[in-house]
């Protein structure tokens, strides 16, 4: 290679080094002076910080202690009370050793697994798997632990997708070698790709552990701030906004590879069919020209083939969080701004109660006073009381939350006149937020009901409703965030990236916060994730709750006698199969799956029938819930009838939806709770 062409080469890698090294200076140090200046509860540039940036840092880059060594940690030691020292002096270089480091181990990773495709593995089960849900494993002595751990790995993922595609264990043994050959090979190139997605992801290691670096600054601040790219920002702006024609599925891939459901838009046909949730996983996309694995590919590719303009037809395999998997096909529809994407149902039984499932407060991000989740909200109730219903039923379960201004115009039109929640940022007054108008667009009894994945917006909502006496809450404690967030841009130039930092909080009428605590029903039902530990308080370093001062009363109704609705509530699941049975499968999968210790072998026949006993227990929880029949029918409203009309695609998938919800055990109590009220 000619001299100047070596100098040329080394001069531009000095350029981009220095480029790099200034970006990242600069948008530390600017983070840095957002979050002491903005964030709702910053935390002090000290030893403290440095701590747990240090160890949320290595968590982010290692999550399972798979790459680094003892004697990396080691070395790394060295920085965990000096990072703040370094963000101070600006001395912006400290990541390189890192990223040298980091590359080394994936690049040992990579020929460690390379080297497994043509050596025979060994499934008899002298190797051991270890289960302990509170242990924190530690990092590899040495590089024969790390081929341990990945052999390990890659006969354990071999095993499960082979016993994942085949449920007759017979049949397996008889195809063992062929089902093996095939799986090894797929299992190993998905691994090697993931390796790889590593290494290019950011477009080098360094830039990688920079954006992780940022992102864990933000996380150390509290969970719910983060750091993102002008590119991840545009992809989040995709996710809410609506198409003419549409599956209304955005999906995002993990760090294990699976592609997952980030996103399911309101009215879409996925939100329509009603078997789609966010955090399934896809398998499969077969549409009439062929069928995509998802091994080995990226989100890109994904989200290519569903946007597809061409293909209006695909049939999505999935797996469940419970472990099944299900084929589903969807046909594209149209999602307009002004469609209706809430539907009203009315319960039929000894009175008339109306039904209302909200998945999301969503908005209209385009229009201050756009068509949103509360006006959908009031079209449907305005129909449901042309039925003469005696009752409602506003069903917040699994609802992440979304704008909060939605929360606060749903929130009002159930209470006459008054505030329905305060804000508070730092350094400023608490803000009061008001329903300004008189009266309510319903006046007979309300059970909201929620559940531990109720979060942020629906929290607000279900907390006003509450403090004034205006519905009885049902249910499980909520998720406990109370925290607001804004979309900031790190710097003032056109291609900046941005943080979501958390900047307020929300408290109740009353001054309290469900902050780390949630909504606590009124009723409390028993719900199979109960001790998952999902809820905001698990997170490390979340905001704490606290309390305000009240400067407008709220006028709450008189209280209800929860004392006898809770009594004949307990009285009635406490002698209910379905509740009896919601208990003893939450026990068993508490403590057999999410909390499992123990020492197994790595073999077929253990872990065909650990996967075997995991998915019969979920079919049997589900076929109770299948059986359970409701006393009472739910039908459309008229308006929806007409609707459906002309519609047989939506007839089809309403009728369906329509069965699901006489089958829940939670509506039906909900039911049978509000007949009580009207009673008393």
Known sequence: MPKFL???????????????????????????????????????????????????????????????????????????????DYIKTKKCDFLIPYAKTFENRIGDSKRIIESLRNQALDYSGTDSLYYNADKSYSYFKDEPAISKYWNKKIRFKILQRIVENDSILSDIKVNFKTLEKDIKQKIIDNEICLLDEILNSKGSILELLEVSFLDVFLKYQDPNSAYFSASDKNLFEQSVSNSQLSFGISTEKKKNGDIVISN????????????????????????????????????ATILSFINNANTNRITFKIKKQDGNVKSIELIKTSITIESNSITGYIIEGQTRIGYINIPSFYTNLEYSNGLGLSNDVAKQVYKLQKETIDGLIIDLRFNGGGSMKEAADLSGMFIDRGPVAITKIRNEENYTIRDPNRGTIFTKPIIVLVNQFSASASEFFAGALQDYNRAIILGSPTHGKATSQMILPVQNTKNSNFIKLTVGQFFRVTGQSHQQIGVVPDIILPNIYDDFETQESYKSFAVSANTTDVSLKHKAKPKQNIDALKSASETRTANDIVFKSIIKFNHVFVTDYIKREGRYPLNLDWLFKDITNYTTTWNKYSAILDQNEAVYTINNTASTERVLEYNTEDKSINTKYREQLTKDPYIEEAYNIINDIIKL
């Open 6 to 84: 070596i100098t040329t080469l080394l001069c531009a890698f000095f350029w981009v080094s220095i480029a790099q090294k200034t970006t990242f200076c600069n948008e530390l140090k600017a983070i840095t002076t957002i979050v002491n200046k903005s964030h709702y509860r910053p935390k002090p540039l000290n030893d403290s910080l440095s701590k747990g940036v240090f160890k949320l840092f290595l968590k982010a880059i290692d999550d399972n202690n798979k790459f680094f060594t003892q004697k990396d940690i080691d070395h790394f030691k060295k920085d965990e009370y000096l990072l703040d």
């Open 264 to 299: 399911i838009a309101p009215g879409s046909a996925a939100f329509k069919q009603g078997e789609f949730e966010v955090n399934d996983t896809i398998l499969t996309l077969q549409n009439s020209k062929g069928t995509l694995e998802t091994y080995c590919t990226s989100n």
